[in-house]
């Protein structure tokens, strides 16, 4: 079972499917600093690029990756799954929000918390890859091959925001982190 994020050592990084998972983490960092990074206005399109390239990113994780480390576990899920999956439905749920401060604080909120249980040692990833064994080289390239997924326009209704806060609880986070919502100039 994985321990509290602030106990849990980095993974290893050796293995394969760990180190092309990590590096779109990485990318997707630095998209988000990048929209977020000006003082007087949202670079929407680093903003978009991020929103297109987390839900792929999210999509190999549920469509590939949790169901073939279920297949290869004799159809028992990884002992964190489901905390992944209730996260993935909030950045979900996070990216149907406009751009600003909030938006952008609280994605990284989830993040640093659901990233860590996938990297850290003995956390998902690497759980995958003793799981698969012979089938590492072929899911690598189903991972790669994976289709962008279609993402809707943001919403900019209090409406939204309130399904996403009630997400983000459901998922163990703090809904405040939605409170201001004009905080960065758009
Ligand atoms: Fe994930
Ligand atoms: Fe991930």
Known sequence: ?????????????????????AAEHARLD?????????????????YEEFRKALLRHISIEEKILL?????????????????????????????MLAPSGSTFAAVRAVLD???????????????CEELLG??????????????????????DSPKVVAAAKRVLLRAGYDGSLLNCRRDVPE
Request: glycine letters at 10%; proline letters at 6%; one cysteine or more.
């Open 1 to 21: 079972m994985v321990k509290d994020r602030d106990t849990l050592p980095a993974g290893s990084g050796a293995g394969q499917l760990y180190q092309f998972m």
């Open 113 to 127: 918390v659901h990233n860590r249980l996938e990297e850290a040692a003995g956390g998902a990833y690497e759980q």
């Open 134 to 155: 012979s089938e590492l080289d072929e899911l690598l390239v189903q991972c790669e091959a994976a289709p962008q997924v279609s993402v809707s326009p943001w919403v």
């Open 67 to 95: 169901p073939v480390a279920r297949r290869r576990g004799g159809g028992r899920p990884l002992p964190v799954a489901e905390k992944l999956r209730l996260d993935h439905g909030a950045l979900a749920a996070l990216m």
């Open 30 to 46: 630095e998209l988000l600093a990048q929209a977020s990074a000006g003082v007087s206005a949202i670079d929407t399109e680093a």
